[in-house]
């Protein structure tokens, strides 16, 4: 795959072949990743807010590549 990148403007452009490539890997990381995400809590009087982990999960495939 070769990424070329603008030095003006810093677009990248990809060669239409390895865009759909990209595309591809993009759909299948999202299958095998599934939806990671808890259900907010409902707040009740007296409750104080749980305490979260600051850790950064990928968002997408290419976020894992490049992030």
Same mark, same amino acid.
């Given at each position: 795959?070769?990424?070329? %990148?603008?030095?003006?403007? =810093? &677009?990248?452009?990809?060669? @239409?072949? =390895? $865009?759909? $490539? $990209?595309?591809? %890997? ?7 990743? &599934?939806?990671?995400? %808890?259900?907010?809590? @409902?707040?009740?009087? &007296? ?9 950064? %999960?990928? @968002?997408?495939?290419? =976020?894992?590549?490049? &992030?």
């Amino acid at each position: 795959m070769t990424i070329a %990148q603008c030095t003006s403007c =810093d &677009g990248i452009f990809l060669a @239409r072949r =390895d $865009l759909g $490539l $990209l595309i591809e %890997q993009e759909n299948d990381w999202h299958v095998s990743k &599934g939806p990671t995400t %808890q259900p907010i809590p @409902r707040m009740m009087p &007296g409750m104080t807010p749980p305490e979260y982990a600051v850790t950064r %999960q990928p @968002r997408s495939y290419i =976020d894992e590549l490049f &992030g």
